[in-house]
């Protein structure tokens, strides 16, 4: 019996090869696979910007975006003020700025809602497919049915519009998007052999969750922040566009295009400004979002 | 009374049964082998005896171990069990690890969970331990992720890590199975030579004979989720009974370039193994096999006679000589 696999022995120099060919691709640094992915990289750049242009708001604008100039309203971009002012003659430029921070800090709190909801109740939705399971899962059918507009327009009519209704509304509708990305996920994880393996080590379920679970989803999970982020600041637009949100003083972008549809006539350039920094902010979220897909993707193929 | 004991064990997925009345034990320090070809329900005795079963499949009867039925025992009781007393080794060293954490990490792991060992001290612990599965450089390859193994490399991580908190028995599901056959023989030496030292007692999953024979004092057959011969490594590969055994046993020897002939057709068993549900009625085998009577339409009883067992109407009596019926 003892020929079946005889003289294979002293193997031990060629698996040692093998192992030391793989090091070297780990030294493929990640911020290199970063900047070589356009997506991860054009949307990286553009989140930055809006981040330092958020922040340098908070102390310092070319004017004060709440400052009213009667005797320049309407002005078109100049030196002066680089891309014109708005019907109060307040700066363009400055009330942009300003209005990022609205945008990220929208974004930020209602992204934060729906994962700090969403997450814990999609693991726990993969970790008992049983009846408590089904429950969390129709109780995700349930809000998902419901639009984030209408919850928004139902918590303003309670509560009056402000920025707090437009994070409740926003967060509260991207918590199903979380709870179903999450359960998924954790799903593949939680069937694969690494985990059949930890039991047989002995873990206990909610050590497997948090060893094995969420270190595992993690990439995926922050790609899908980045991306309803991107979903969050266009929500929080048209919210404000509607006037649900922001209130009218403070600048926001939606509040902005919504003032300047009276002049589209006189300056349609005012219109432009706020839909061109949605849309840029929107394209930055997104693109970081599938970057960031891209190279989990990529690190998965090992 | 023996350490693992496997009575009238049933695997059910729903009304659909995948294992039944399965009846084996394994004793201190003994090595018994389970074999059969895929499809036979061996991974899932083994799967039923650690409680690891999938969502949907249910085990009934007892699993014995030193005394305490696993079968009724709290999850919690069972995970105190697991990894510290009872053992797993998978199959696919290739996806038992967690590809995320470090080879030294998970080596360590077991001693973190059952003997409260520090990060720390678990981390030197698994460089000892990958020393002690053939690692040249132990504190380097700790360091490791699994993709940067060869599944040789990572299937002895997947022995160190069972064997560090001593276990009184260790189940290895076909660990030879997912490997290239050139390092099939150094991993199945190491397990063989890693038990012996350990002392503990070894239930081998292989649907090779010639495996089992090397590394085991006892063979147990399955065949359609039952078991139909068991005894002596000895008894069985010189005297099999069971038609399945005998069968198994010639296609296993045939590969083995000394004793087949050349020129010989390569022996194998007629028909592929039905699908769960699809077995016949009474003896399992009864419609790939040879010998079948008319008495095989009932499920033969298992008779038990000195140490072999065997479940069988019109078993092979004589001793005929398996390696003569291949040429």
């Known amino acids: ?302 | 009374m023996s350490l693992l004991e496997v009575r009238n064990l049933n695997v059910s997925s729903g009304a659909l049964s995948l294992v039944g009345d399965v009846n084996f034990e394994v004793d201190a320090g003994e090595r018994v082998g389970l074999i059969g070809e895929s499809g036979s329900g061996k991974s899932l005795t083994a799967l039923a005896i650690m409680g690891l079963l999938g969502e949907g499949l249910s085990a009934s009867g007892e699993v014995r171990f030193d005394n305490e039925d696993l079968l009724a025992a709290s999850e919690r009781r069972r995970c105190e069990l697991r990894g510290s007393r009872i053992a797993m080794i998978f199959q696919e060293p290739m996806s038992a690890l967690n590809p995320t954490r470090r080879i030294g990490d998970q080596v360590g792991e077991t001693l973190r969970i059952h003997q409260n060992f520090s990060r720390r001290a678990s981390e030197k612990a698994a460089i000892e331990l990958l020393a002690r599965v053939e690692f040249a450089e132990p504190e380097r390859y700790a360091r490791m992720y699994p993709h940067e193994l060869s599944g040789g490399q990572r299937q002895r991580a997947m022995i160190a890590s069972a064997i560090s908190c001593d276990p009184e028995v260790i189940l290895a599901d076909e660990p030879t199975t997912a490997l290239d056959v050139t390092v099939q023989r150094r991993v199945l030496d190491l397990l063989d030579r890693l038990v012996d030292e350990e002392g503990c007692a070894l239930l081998l999953i292989a649907h090779d004979l010639a495996v089992v024979s090397e590394v085991c004092d006892r063979v147990v057959t399955m065949y359609g989720g039952h078991v139909v011969e068991s005894g002596s490594v000895a008894q069985i590969i010189d005297e099999p009974h069971h038609p399945y055994t005998k069968a198994l046993l010639a296609t296993s020897r045939a590969l083995s370039v000394t004793e087949s002939a050349s020129g010989a057709d390569l022996p194998s068993i007629p028909g592929t193994v039905p699908s769960a549900g699809q077995f016949p009625r009474g003896c399992p085998f009864r419609d790939r096999c040879d010998r079948s009577v008319e008495a095989c339409v009932e499920m033969p009883p298992t008779l038990t006679e000195d140490t072999r067992t065997l479940a069988c109407w019109n078993p092979v009596e004589r001793v005929e000589r398996v390696s003569d019926g291949a040429r």
């Not at chain 1, 700025?97 to 929208?106: D, G, R």
């Not at chain 1, 960031?292 to 090992?302: F, K, N, Q, V």
Request: glycine share 8%; charged share 15%; with cysteine.
């Open chain 1, 1 to 302: 019996m003892s020929d079946l696999a005889a003289g294979t022995t002293g193997r031990g120099a060629l698996d040692d090869l093998a192992a030391l060919d793989a090091s070297a691709a780990r030294d493929t640094r990640a911020w290199r696979r970063w900047l070589r992915n356009p997506n991860s990289l054009i949307g990286g750049v553009i989140v930055l910007l809006v981040v330092a242009s958020a922040l340098t708001s908070l102390f310092w604008t070319p004017y004060n975006p709440l400052a009213v100039d009667p005797a320049h309203a309407l002005a078109g971009p100049s030196l002066h003020h680089l891309l014109g002012t708005d019907e109060y003659g307040r700066d363009v430029f400055s009330r942009l700025m300003a209005s990022s921070q609205i945008a990220l800090f929208v974004g930020a709190l209602s992204v934060l809602i729906a994962t700090v909801i969403g997450i814990p109740a999609g693991l726990l939705a993969a970790q008992r497919p049983g009846a408590i399971g089904q429950v969390v899962l129709r109780l995700a059918d349930i809000l998902y049915g419901f639009p984030a507009l209408l919850a928004a327009i139902v918590l303003a009519a309670a509560f009056g519009a402000s920025k707090t209704t437009v994070v409740l509304a926003i967060g509260i509708s991207y918590i199903p998007v979380f709870i179903r990305v999450t359960r998924s996920n954790a799903l593949v994880v939680l069937n694969s052999e690494y985990v059949l393996a930890a039991r047989a080590y002995g873990r206990r379920p909610l050590a497997i969750l948090r060893r094995h679970v969420v270190p595992n989803i993690a990439t995926t999970i922050i790609a899908q922040m980045s991306l309803l982020f991107s979903l969050t600041v266009l929500a929080e637009a048209a919210l404000d566009f509607l006037g649900l949100g922001t209130a009218a003083p403070a600048a926001s972008w939606g509040t902005m295009l919504q003032s300047s549809q009276n002049y589209l006539g006189n300056d349609a350039l005012l219109t432009v400004w706020p839909s061109l920094a949605i849309v840029i902010c929107v394209l930055g979220f997104s693109l970081l979002g599938d970057g960031i897909g891209e190279l989990r993707d990529a690190r998965s193929r090992h």
